[in-house]
């Protein structure tokens, strides 16, 4: 994330990681001043059979290294949260994604492209006049539903799609709603009846494509829970 993330995002990012450190700091100070006071006098006294210096640490892990391992931990657990079941994907080629439409009086004009894939558009979706349309989603490749399977129930519903999230080819398919293989779409999970920590119903939530729709003539795709 802090290598991706741009301008405010970015320095809000920073910031919330910097309070993290300050308070990880902070605890590890108290652990080590608590171990500091817990200390008596009669343990400076030298036994018979001491331990020496170096090895002390060998006999129990500190509570700072325990206090940094759980830290790490959580922040893994967050990481494997949103872990996708298809983490790869082909590239496809513009020849593969387009076809290239000619238009105008002796076919002279070459700028239209029409999409090959399987594509989204919302409810309220006009057509541009052909004049100026750039990208043509043919009708008879447009979903409107998908076959998403929860991976805890073992069981599939058809929802209907809300919006294309994520395509992972190019960020200018994600614009256009174009849905390939690994593309991560926001599902309609009312239904389910899905309930979150808050008590409130859940309305929305990501899938992943696992299938190639423009083959399979649907879309099946894999809950993100």
Known sequence: MATKLRGIKAKLFSKKRHAEKVQMQKQIREHE???????????DIVHGGAVPSYLMDREGVSHAKILSNTLKQKRKEKAGKWAVPVPKVRALNEDEMFKIVRSGKRKRQMYKRMINKVSYVGEDFTRKPPKFERFIRPMALRF?????THPELKATFQLPILGVKKNPQSYMYTT????????????NVSDLGLVAPNGKVVWGKYAQVTNNPENDGCINAVLLV
């Not at 608590?34 to 343990?43: D, V």
């Not at 256009?176 to 599902?187: A, D, F, P, R």
């Open 33 to 43: 001043q608590k171990n500091k006071e817990e200390r008596t006098p009669s343990e």
């Open 144 to 148: 409107t539903k998908a076959n998403v």
């Open 176 to 187: 256009l709603g174009v849905i390939t293989k690994g593309t991560v779409l926001e599902v």
